[in-house]
């Protein structure tokens, strides 16, 4: 009996993997030709169906009508309406109790202390926490001003664009944030800086572990609330002039005749009217988001900060008696983004078929002509086997271009083909007419039988066996890497010879030095770490794959045997050896064959130390 560790190379070949790679590009491009058809297709029934682009132009009416018109259902009112509530409440916490810097030759009792002023060590400057009171006014003014306008903001449907005042009461949103852009301005070209311990709002607090725990002291840019807001105020014009732009574009499809989605000027019309709600939607949540980026702690001193309703003949200056909810304001513009947003997108796309149903009628014509190719050069490929000649037919009217048909059935079929072939590694490996790519075996090997030796000096002799070996390899690839347990096992034959032959140590054992060389006939089974890959086909694309087969090796070495004195009542002595040989596997195991791709695997060598009991 012996048994030992091995050590070896093992050897993968593959051959002839161009066909593959071929007909899956070919059956990959087919199929993006039918997709091509069958989206095409629909574009141009969609943009032949009249109550679909109706359906369409009436939600898109009705968004344009509700922002243009109403107040409550307006989002670009209530997203109005919240940035000016930011911008305010800024002001608030900046300025509005000039508490968190000093105003010079203010005497009304509201400034700042300057004796906390002169004692924040982060107030070196006049330019950092000192303002003139010409500046101050200004801003105050400018914050009044908003603060009325806010009050009186009207629809876009009830004052013109620059309309400032009607009767006095009546303010435009687009002369609404310009106030707040001039104010915004002036804050950030004072440079005064934020005193954040000075400033004392109503419902937050400065302990340590509490909301408004800032203590710092820097100029507005250095801080989210302040960026984020200024950021607002300009992509809120922007939404503004849409949403103005889209009044007019309403109006000139209202005048249009419902179904006469082939007019030009129609087509033309409608796809802009889709693109730029779709705009003023996106707009919408970029304000949103940048509320939402505002930090935690600086948004809490912002939505404590104003209160909207003023006592009477008060500024903003001053406490007021009712509290904005801010947040609700902010999550109405998000409110209205979801409600909006999928009946935007679903208008949007139907007013996109109808601006592209000339240009997709050409389209489909071209998409039809490669697929119908395309199908009759596959038909033609040795290796296809999926029947795809009619897997796309004509048209019956070739004019209207929806009419096209896919045959399902065959198409189903190239789907199968490709899903069976998506996770094959030899599907991306171009033209390799023969590879070979060696790893090393690591393993340990077992073998028992009997052994014999002829003659008077039994300096000749054989020995049977049957033996097992397990090795573990892994071979790296251009095309993949995987690792192998091998298993070898099966019988073998030896001739012994011996040229030192039972030499007599000092405590009488008699020990034996020779050579060994002889057959093994065995099987082998490689278990690949590819395997799933490799086998994932189902039909009519099986991939042949073998993992055993038949081997016939050499072996040879040389051996040592220590054969101890018997002992009394024994004819037979203990016997202890070691041998060193090696393994030479002659048969490949074609492991794997598809489409005339061909991956082998042999065991190249394995070099054995083993040790060896008889009796």
């Known amino acids: 009996m012996g048994v030992g560790y091995q050590i070896g190379e093992a050897v993968q070949m593959v051959k002839n993997t161009g ?38 132009l009436s939600d898109l009416k009705s968004f344009a009508s509700n922002n243009h018109t109403n107040k409550e259902t307006s989002p670009i009112y209530n997203t109005t309406q919240a940035v000016i509530t930011s911008v305010l409440a800024f002001w608030s916490l900046y300025a509005g109790n000039t508490t968190s810097f000093h105003v010079t030759g203010l005497n009304d009792g509201s400034n700042a202390p300057l004796g906390r002023i002169h004692k924040d060590e982060n107030c070196t400057g006049l330019q950092q926490c000192f303002m003139n009171k010409e500046t101050y006014d200004k801003m105050k003014n400018l914050a009044e001003s908003l603060q009325k306008a806010q009050g009186n903001l009207c629809a876009l449907s009830e004052c013109s664009s620059d309309q400032l005042t009607s009767n006095g009461n009546k303010t435009s949103m687009t002369a609404a944030l310009q106030t707040a852009q001039e104010l915004m301005n002036l804050i950030e070209q004072t440079k005064v800086s934020m ?71 129609f087509a033309k019309d409608i796809y802009t009217f889709a693109q ?81 149903l000339k240009s ?57 083909a ?41 300096r000749w002799g054989l020995r049977y066996y049957g033996f097992f070996d397990y090795n573990h390899g892994y071979i790296k690839s251009s095309f993949f890497n995987s690792s192998s347990d091998v298993w070898t096992y099966g019988g073998g034959s030896d001739l012994l010879v011996n040229f030192i032959n039972d030499s007599i ?67 037979h002595s203990a016997q202890h050896g070691i041998e060193l040989g090696i393994k030479i596997p002659t048969i490949n195991t074609n492991y794997y064959s598809f489409l005339g791709t061909k991956l082998e695997y042999r065991r190249l060598y394995s070099v054995y130390l083993n040790y060896v009991f008889a009796y």
């Open 276 to 356: 730029n709600q779709k705009q003023i939607i996106s707009y919408a949540q970029d304000i949103f988001n940048l509320f939402s980026s505002i930090p935690k702690d600086q948004y809490r001193y912002l939505e404590k900060a104003y209160l909207k309703i003023p006592n009477a003949g008060q500024t903003p200056t001053n406490p007021y008696r009712q509290e904005v909810n801010l947040n609700q304001e902010i999550q109405t513009i998000q409110s209205n983004v979801n409600y909006y947003g999928n009946r935007i997108d679903s208008a949007l796309s139907v007013a996109r078929d109808v601006y592209n």
């Open 505 to 571: 140590t000092r405590k009488n054992n008699k020990l034996s030095v020779g050579l060994f060389g002889g057959i093994q006939l065995a099987g082998t089974t490689w278990l690949n770490s590819q395997y799933v890959n490799l086998t994932a086909f189902n039909n009519p694309y099986s991939a042949k794959v073998n993992t055993s087969n038949f081997q016939f090796l050499f072996n040879l070495g040389l051996r040592t045997n220590l054969a101890t004195a018997k002992k009394k009542d024994s004819e």
């Open 360 to 416: 997709n009628q050409t389209e489909i014509v071209t998409a039809y002509n490669n697929a119908k190719n395309l199908s009759e050069e596959i038909s033609k490929l040795p290796y296809n086997k999926v029947n795809v000649t009619n897997i796309v037919m004509s048209p019956k009217d070739s004019a209207a271009g929806q009419y096209y048909q896919i045959n399902p059935e065959q198409q189903s079929n190239l789907s199968q």
């Open 195 to 265: 005193v954040w311990k000075n400033i004392v709002i109503a419902g937050v607090t400065n302990t340590r572990d509490g909301a408004g725990t800032i203590t710092s002291t820097g100029p507005v840019t250095d801080y989210a609330v302040f960026n984020n807001i200024k950021a607002m105020l300009p992509i809120l014009q922007q939404a503004l002039k849409l949403t103005q732009d889209n009044h007019t574009l309403s109006t000139n499809l209202q005048d249009r005749a419902m179904g006469s989605q082939t007019n030009p000027n």
């Open 19 to 56: 066909e593959l790679k071929n007909l899956n590009d070919k059956y990959e491009q087919l199929s993006q030709y039918l997709n091509q058809v069958a989206s095409l297709k629909q574009s141009i029934q969609t943009a032949n169906n009249s109550q679909a682009v109706n359906n369409a």
């Open 418 to 458: 490709l899903a069976a072939m998506s996770n094959n590694p030899f599907k991306k490996v171009g033209m390799i007419s023969s590879q070979n790519n060696n790893g090393a075996l690591n393993g340990l090997g077992v073998q028992v039988g009997y052994k014999q030796f002829f003659g008077e000096s039994k």
